[in-house]
């Protein structure tokens, strides 16, 4: 199973990428925490991400790319992956079909979480807050001011994917409005629709 899941920062797709970890035993490949691994590791990667990131905009395609044709060709991808995260922008999109081409592998299917704007910056706060009270960092984006910048980015950049891949009749949405288990169900009942 070959999977992208879209949709605005704070729909759920990192919770829903777990949740489809377990089921379907391949990985989550997040290009946000792999960004965060390079920038806590100082590595040159990470250097120049940090700032972008820090200030809610988007860390350029060719290091994004990069780092996804890298990953994806790492044994435990053999079986497939959910891309969560990325693509993020056209040019994105473009990338990683070609990457698998290249491959010769190909995508089973992309979900869009659909959410309410106004309910996604009181996810995002809950996330900063569960964070503190258990004691992890906090994400330096999670903020009212960045979180802003992010959802600007996703409307300016991501949201033209919708378009791209309902084109390609590879597009499946789901009400991300739900319970954390009822959005699981409906990714489900999408994927298993085929
Ligand atoms: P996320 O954890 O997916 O919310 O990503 C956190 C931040 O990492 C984003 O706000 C961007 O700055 C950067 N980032 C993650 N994925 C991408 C991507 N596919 N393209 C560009 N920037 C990205």
Do not use: H, W
Not at 26 to 36: E, V
């Amino acid at each position: 199973m070959r999977l992208i899941l879209l949709g605005p920062p704070g729909a759920g797709k990192g919770t829903q990428a777990a949740r489809l970890v377990e089921k379907y035993g391949i990985p989550q490949l997040s290009t946000g925490d792999m960004l965060r691994a390079a920038v806590a590791a100082g590595t040159p990667t990470g250097l120049k991400a940090k700032a972008v990131m820090e200030a809610g905009d988007l860390v350029s395609d060719e290091i994004v790319n990069q780092i996804v044709s890298d990953r994806i060709s790492e044994p435990d991808c053999a079986a497939g992956f959910i891309l969560d995260g990325y693509p993020r922008t056209l040019a994105q999109a473009d990338a990683v079909e070609a990457m698998m081409a290249d491959k010769a592998i190909t995508l089973d299917a992309v979900v869009e979480l659909i959410v309410d704007d106004k309910a996604l910056v009181g996810r995002i706060m809950k996330r900063a807050e569960d964070a503190k009270a258990a004691g992890q960092p906090v994400r330096k984006d999670d903020t009212p001011e960045v979180f802003d910048e992010r959802l600007r980015a996703y409307y300016k950049s991501t949201a033209p994917l919708t378009g791209y891949y309902y084109a390609k009749r590879q597009l499946k949405t789901v009400d991300g409005m739900l319970s954390i288990d009822g959005v699981t169900a409906e990714i489900n009942a999408v994927l298993d629709a085929g």
